[in-house]
């Protein structure tokens, strides 16, 4: 409700009230006056009647209409009045008393002589039109009272209200609206129409605290432009230090390059040198022709430089992994028969215990890559210390900050790693023997390969017993994973 409305409302709730009051209050005493002009009247009556001679014409009458509304009684038989007006009569003897009877009050009682004897006198009186007068007066106050009130009221709605309270709050509501318009101008209440007293105040505040908050949001916009500037030179930064980042990669990878084509220049000097010597003994006697060891001789010479050369190919391979969902059982078996043909490797048992339910989006075919590297690393490290002959292949699934993962677990009983060699067992040409059946490229290959898939590889030794363990970590939809992280890195940029 507004609040002149709430005002007119308290203005006629407060008249009701008046008038209740009014009437409640007001009535009974103009009623007692009169009551109280009736009792002595009828006193009067009485006393007059007493002291005229010519009351012993009532004698035979007992009754008499003196005026208008008054009545004079003699002889009235004590047993048909209140034993309390004879006992008031016989106490004031010869003498007028009023009753002193609210409800009765325009009655007086005497006892006096009647003839040769005595006997009680009543005078009833009723001023009828000085009650209707009281009532005319008591009519009128009200009305003049609700009049002089609906006056006040109306000065008040017309001449005070409006200057002092609905104009003041009229321009705050106006300030206020263009505030949250935006309208800067008008947000500000004018100081000519603030009044001098507690919502002239009000208004001050306001616009103190209005000023304030503009104050304080230039602060942040200055903030936030400077935020937006450092901001842009961090990228900038970021982009240098990305920049940076890839010149160092490329940086390593010629050194890896590097230490690749020394690594391959030593690997192809024996067989390059065997190859030589056979074909420079097929110039000088090609009918002779090459025996039968020499020809196994070459097809393994040659054999030798195809491995060294799909080695250095794999290693420098950059090519995108074709995500797919597959089991990895069958990729852990694809890579055990893939060994088992290529190396001949009868004598090792391959315990494949990765759960039949177990599926993995990842380049199926890059990830047999990566399982024959680590199988072929332990079959040669068994076959070189002859000690070990079991492999088991055993997977479990878990969910790491909301990202479900997938630990891949090769564990061998071989005779274990090098101490000396782990922390650089995944570099280019790190073998323990670099000869016929090793390049020292297939670890580092393989690392490649699972970090493109968004997981890492770690190697450790077996604590307690002989062995090695490798665990391929993934995550389980490693395509989705690193698609949206690219759509996240392309949005900040």
Known sequence: MRIRKKLIFLHTLFSVLMTLILLVTLRPVLLRVVARGEQQEAQAVLSLALMLDGVEQLADEGRIELDEGVTLRRGVDPRSVPDAW????RQSAGQAVGVPDRE????????????????????????????R??????????????????????????????RHVYDPLANILLADRALREGRVEEELVPEYLMPADEL?????????????????????????????????????????????????ADADRLVSLGMMAAGVAHELNTPLAVAKGLAEKLDGNPVRGLSEAEAA???????????????LLDFARVRPPAYATSSLREIVDE????IRLDRHATRVQIDNRVPAELTLEADADRMVQVLVNI?????????????GNSVIIEASHAERDGDEWVTLRI???????DPALLPTLFEPFVSSRLDDRGTGLGLAVSEGIVREHGGTILVTNRVGCSGAVFEVMLPRWAGRTLSQSAEEGVGDA
């Open 86 to 89: 004879v006992e008031l009569a």
């Open 200 to 248: 002239g105040e009000i208004m001050r505040s306001r616009n103190e605290t209005i000023r304030t908050i503009r104050r304080h949001e230039a602060a942040l916009g200055d903030a936030l432009k400077r935020i937006e500037l450092v901001a842009t030179d961090l990228k900038r930064k970021n982009h240098l230090l990305e920049s940076a980042r890839r010149n160092l």
């Open 133 to 162: 007068a009281v009532l005319w007066v008591y009519g009128y106050t009200i009305a003049a009272l609700l009049v002089v009130y609906a006056l006040v009221a109306l000065a008040l709605e017309l001449l005070v209200l409006p």
């Open 335 to 338: 890579a055990v028969t893939l």
């Open 375 to 387: 199988l072929r690393n332990a079959l040669d490290a068994m076959a070189r210390a002859d000690r």
């Open 104 to 131: 009765l009050s325009g009655i007086a009682v005497a006892w006096a002589s009647i003839g040769d004897g005595e006997g009680l006198w009543v005078v009833e009186t009723s001023l009828a039109s000085a009650r």
């Open 411 to 417: 564990v061998d009983d071989g005779p274990g790693i």
């Open 297 to 311: 001789l070459l097809r393994r010479v040659i054999g030798r430089l195809e491995r060294v050369s799909e080695s």
